[in-house]
């Protein structure tokens, strides 16, 4: 005799409700988007990226003092060069980290620096570099920032402060530039050379630092086209940005 269970004329139970089914699938849709959202916010910001900007030209840097971090108030045609300002910081008795002149706090210079897209190099002089680092991190600017030590004991301390920060080594002779190399070992670091400096010690530093770092020479017979053709640099530090911007942009 038949088994019951096999002359059933019941239907067989669903694996599960259409609703259930569908709120699924909506799950899995909502996830995919999100972590498509989140590739596109992270190339965006990686695009906003001191590297980033190096592989597309030359970086034109000029002194501020953190009032205001957009490109055009800094002297700079945005749609040529990025942005880039150096500040020059200091430490208060409270211990806070501010921009001078002025008082400006730096986690409120990061944070305007960082919605404007600016780049940043800091003059680290007294302050403490572990402190400097951790505004850094908070403000969410490690690519978009260079630190540029005091001295060899500061470069020593910045290197240890974060692993991903650049860090300005200053470069004189041949020596000092495999000196620089030995000293970050394998943290990315920028070479700081004189304009002065020879052509060969450009292209020696450019073989090993993520980026060489000069200032723009202050000369009669200044030509920009001749000097950057001779020397490997990928941020020039100048008082005359626009000066210098529009000289490239003639003579190419």
């Given amino acids: 005799m038949p088994h019951p269970d096999t002359t059933s004329d019941k239907p067989c139970k669903s694996t599960g409700s259409p609703l259930k ?16 959202c989140a590739g596109v916010v992270l ?3 990686k695009a906003y990226g001191l590297l980033a900007r190096i592989h597309h030209g030359l970086i034109i840097c000029t002194p501020g003092t953190g009032l205001s971090m957009t490109s055009a108030s800094a002297g700079l045609p945005h749609q040529d060069s990025p942005g880039m300002l150096r500040l020059e910081l200091a430490s208060q008795e409270d211990g806070r980290v501010i921009v001078v002149p002025g008082s400006n706090p730096l986690n409120e210079v990061l944070a305007s620096s960082r919605r404007a897209h600016t780049l940043l190099m800091l003059d680290l002089n007294d302050t403490n570099p572990a402190d400097v680092a951790m505004l850094v991190r908070k403000a969410r600017m490690r ?3 260079v630190l540029v030590p005091s001295s060899k004991e500061t470069t020593q301390v910045a290197l240890q402060a974060d692993p991903s920060m650049l860090v300005a080594i200053p470069v004189h002779s041949t020596r000092e530039a495999y000196a620089a190399h030995r000293m970050a070992g394998h943290h990315p670091y920028a070479a ?4 002065t400096a020879a052509p060969d010690l450009f292209t020696l530093v450019h073989r090993d630092a993520e ?6 020479p ?3 017979t200044f030509s920009a086209e001749e000097f950057l053709a001779e020397r490997p640099v990928d941020i020039v530090v100048t008082p005359q940005p626009t000066q210098l911007s529009q000289t490239l942009a003639r003579d190419s």
Wanted: aromatic share 2%.
């Fill in 21 to 36: 089914r569908c709120l699924g699938k909506g799950i899995v849709a909502v996830g995919v988007c999100m972590l498509a």
């Fill in 43 to 45: 190339h965006h910001s």
């Fill in 143 to 145: 690519d978009r920032v």
């Fill in 192 to 195: 700081y050379l004189s304009p």
């Fill in 211 to 216: 980026a060489v770092i000069t200032e723009n």
């Fill in 218 to 220: 202050i000369t009669t």
